[in-house]
């Protein structure tokens, strides 16, 4: 059994992600990816280093 959760990534933090890594949570989405918006992330190297730092976070 897979156990997959989701997490806004406004709440991705060191605390939040070892709770997830001590409940064994094997799948975690970060929604909404911080993309748009006046404050958003325009590039797609910007969004793809926001999304690669929060995997290395993750990991």
Known sequence: MRIQDQLNH?????????FYRAIGVDDLTVYPPPFGG????????????SLKSVRRQAE
């Open 10 to 18: 406004a709440h991705v933090n060191d605390d939040n992600l070892a």
């Open 38 to 49: 006046p404050d958003g992330l325009r590039t797609r190297a910007e969004m793809t280093d």
